[in-house]
């Protein structure tokens, strides 16, 4: 399958007022500001698809706040992936409704210049009193999953959280996917041929990878654990699946 390649702004989490609750409204503006300008980035940059990896307040209450007018900013067509301040921890069918009300959907898969983008909500991974909500991710993205088989590894996967943080065989922890699950996803994602799964949570910039896979996890643009600056990634892939994923700081 001929493709012509594919350009990804690829946002780590916005977290708007990530800060105690005394700093937290002052905070909040500053990220927003901060928000605004990586929108105006993007904008000028012109990628194919800007994809923001969740968590787009640090609390969910927030998330109706400026969400809906930052949407209208961006003149690219922009994926969401939530995040567990998005819909909780604990994902919850009120949560989801929220973040739906405002971002469309909470998981979609795109085609885009020949490579399909499979945006998933991880959330779904862990415990939920929403269990038919899960069922339905479960048999879409198993449906996509199968689908994008037939693409000849043209597959970007997308998610709030990465399979694992550093090892495939790590222990569980809050920023993987727990092992009774994990292999099974990364079986999947191999059988459908994915190349790369890009992700955020981590508030650090990680490189790993497990077999075919190429796993990046993007710095956030809120508070950055390994004091990275603030930006977002500008990822390119070729159609011989050659990519760089350079930093673009705002």
Known sequence: MAGNGITIAHIGDPQLGFADDEH???KYREDLVRMERVIDAVNALRPDVALISGDMTHRHADIRRDWPRLLQLFKVRVVVTPGNHDVLQRLSREAVADFNAIFGH???A???NGWRIIAGNTQYWLDTDYAEGK?????WLKHELGQAASLDGRVILAG???PFAYRPDEDDGYE???KSLRFKRLEAYAAAGARFYLAGHMHRLVVRGTGGLTILSAESLSLNFDDRPFGFRVFKVADDFSFSWNFQQV
């Open 160 to 162: 709030h959280n990465a």
């Open 24 to 26: 937290r409204e002052a």
């Open 110 to 112: 795109l085609d885009v």
């Open 135 to 139: 069922a339905r991710y479960e048999e």
């Open 176 to 178: 993987n996917c727990p």
């Open 106 to 108: 909470d998981y979609e």
